[in-house]
């Protein structure tokens, strides 16, 4: 809405949440599924892009991008220091859902536009991000662009990083107008921030248990990614006789079950979400199968012994099989706490009648938990009623979401507003 008062001419009033939100909502949607395909580097991640620009030019915020191919937003001056920064990701994994990312993104434009309507005046710059390739649905890693920032990933290992194609993170890049030589550590950036809170849609149904719209984060479970490969003999599936094969898909579906059994009984998460097979023809008997294992569990002890018994389950398998099996860890998360100043701080200001709000786990992994071994970060969890994530069906109720924009203003301003 636009109009004149004495000569002046007002701007016009930033999009509204749920103007963003259905702005955002086609992008990179399949017609098919229903799920998202936002990939790092591609069409549907360069639209992603440009929404976020479009978001920061519209309100009259510095617009930034780092040398990592992470977008900014700023709010004040980007050289002063101590900023409060917020804000997630935009990418997805194959099919997922609409909030998984991109809910921070969208709230992050929403409870700046609460502060300024509150007439509330920050004495710390604020600035909003849009971190790349959190997912790693296309490379494999996640959280690059945080990585690389904090010095968690060199630019020589990303460069090595490859597509199921085979294009490589540095040509995907350049394909995308992005100058692969500039990826590294930017601790002049991150030395900027004093605090990093981001908001997420919880993934799982812990706080819809509590009855609270939105909690905060106690910790992040420790967490890998281990690829699994099984070399055995290709063969004619319908003259080879049993006792003389060398399947490794036997081999890889005993360690899937393997996985199973020994996480129920740990307490931990184990998952083979991701297999390959070669030369995967229906009359084949493969003679490579590879499949990626995400394990997660509440401290590293625990983790690595899970680990370590899906490993020898898998070698005992291979032996009777006559197949030949190795392990390669692609990524390893550890432990994350988040600092528990801010963390305190912010489960205080969101509470009622002094009764802090939930403070939870996670064994999802997260930019801020990239980020907090550099400056102090905390989350937000908004309430998820199906506990549904990397799913079509994952969901929050609108009144949450706004609840969340609520929750995030109120942080950013007793963060900001000293």
Not at 210 to 229: C, E, K, L, M, N
Request: aromatic share 6%; hydrophobic share 40%; charged share 25%.
């Amino acid at each position: 809405m636009t109009g004149t008062e004495g000569g002046r001419r007002e701007a016009p009033a930033p999009p509204s949440f749920h103007t963003m939100w259905a702005d955002l909502l086609p992008i990179g949607r399949h017609a098919d599924t229903g799920g998202y395909r936002r990939y790092a580097w591609t069409a549907a991640d360069a639209d992603c892009r440009a929404w976020f620009q479009a978001q920061a030019e519209s309100r009259g915020l510095t617009y930034e991008l780092d040398r990592n191919g992470n977008q900014w937003a700023w709010y004040g001056d980007p050289e002063a220091g101590d900023a409060v920064v917020t804000g997630s990701h935009l990418d997805s994994v194959p099919d997922g859902g609409a909030f998984d990312g991109p809910l921070g993104v969208v709230s992050s434009f929403a409870a700046l536009d609460t502060l300024r309507a509150r007439g509330a005046a920050p004495d710390r710059p604020l600035a909003i991000v849009n971190f790349g390739d959190e997912e790693g649905a296309r490379f494999g890693l996640a959280c690059v662009g945080s990585r690389l920032a904090a010095g968690q990933l060199t630019a020589e290992q990303a460069h090595a990083l490859r597509d199921a194609d085979g294009v490589t993170l540095a040509q995907a890049m350049e394909r995308a107008g992005y100058d692969p030589e500039a990826i590294g550590p930017d601790p002049e950036r991150l030395a900027r921030i004093g605090a990093f809170v981001e908001l997420h849609v919880e993934q799982g149904r812990a706080l819809d248990r509590t009855g609270h719209a939105v909690g905060v984060a106690s910790a992040i479970w420790p967490h890998g990614r281990w690829r699994f490969d099984f070399r055995g003999e290709a063969n004619h599936a319908g003259t080879t006789r049993i006792e003389d094969r060398r399947d490794p898909m036997l081999t890889y579906a005993a360690t899937v079950l393997a996985a199973r059994e020994k996480a129920a009984r740990a307490g931990a998460l184990a998952t083979f979400g991701k297999v390959g097979v070669e030369p995967n023809g229906v009359n084949a008997i493969a003679s490579l199968v590879r499949g990626w294992l995400d394990s997660r569990a509440a401290d590293e002890h625990t983790l690595a012994t899970v680990v370590g018994e899906i490993e020898r389950a898998a070698a005992g398998q291979a032996a009777r099989d006559g197949v030949e099996v190795s392990v390669t860890r692609e990524s390893f998360t550890p432990v994350v706490e988040f600092e528990h100043g801010l963390r305190d701080k912010l489960a205080a200001l969101l509470g009622t009648d002094g009764a802090p709000v939930p403070v939870l786990p996670t064994g999802a992994g997260h930019d801020a938990g990239i980020l907090s071994a550099s400056v102090p970060t905390a989350m937000l969890f908004v309430r998820n009623p199906t506990g549904v994530s990397h799913s079509p069906a994952e969901s929050a109720a609108e009144d949450d979401c706004v609840a969340g924009v609520t929750a995030l203003a109120d942080v950013l301003e007793g963060l900001a507003c000293r």
